[in-house]
């Protein structure tokens, strides 16, 4: 992949999240700076597979904080292809109700077309996030050095944004999220 021009246009269909969530006022935390008090963006890069929910789970428990936003972003071939804009739009969806349930923090989601990497440093490029979070899609070291990463390509050209690469969660692992729901003391 070629680092993506700064003049180069890409194309952007904006996801209207669901009215259930509702709207939370700014928290008043005391002996807090503005910076903290208005809270962080955060892009999460998100798509249909396992470890790319892996990420987002662990980004909620992990990293994401009460006045936090979650940008999740999704590349995709077409955004005009309307298949794929439902199935995306039904994913984030989901992902925004499970942000504000599990860490009660304010999503906002974009598909963007093009090629996953370029576009989610572009995305990292306009809102200068406080990190880009993504998962890996699993490959062995030598597939992915042989056919390229979007996670390696990010952590590579995304100047504007640490990249936090979450690994992949081997078989048979349970997700975070579910750990803290049950109540469990796993790690």
């Not at 008090?37 to 009460?66: E, M, Q, Y």
Request: charge should be negative; include cysteine.
């Amino acid at each position: 992949m070629e680092p993506l021009m700064e003049d180069e246009e890409y194309s952007v269909r904006e996801v209207v999240l669901p009215s259930l969530i509702p709207v939370v006022p700014e928290p008043e935390l005391e002996r807090e700076d503005g910076e903290r008090r208005r809270g962080r963006d955060v892009i999460i890069s998100v798509d249909h597979g396992p470890n790319s929910k892996h990420a987002f789970d662990w980004a909620l428990v992990h990293f994401c904080r009460l006045a936090d936003t979650v940008h999740l972003v999704h590349a995709v071939s077409s955004v005009k292809n309307d298949v794929v804009y439902e199935m995306s739009q039904a994913l984030m969806e989901k992902l925004a109700v499970e942000a504000f349930q599990v860490a009660m923090v304010k999503s906002v989601a974009r598909i963007v077309e093009g090629e996953a990497g370029k576009v989610i440093c572009k995305e990292a490029e306009r809102l200068k996030p406080a990190a880009v979070i993504m998962g890996t899609r699993g490959r062995s070291l030598v597939r992915s050095v042989l056919q390229g990463s979007v996670s390696e390509y990010c952590f590579h050209n995304c100047k504007s944004a640490p990249v936090i690469i979450v690994p992949g969660k081997e078989a048979g692992d349970e997700s975070i999220v579910s750990w803290t729901k049950s109540g469990d003391s796993k790690p």
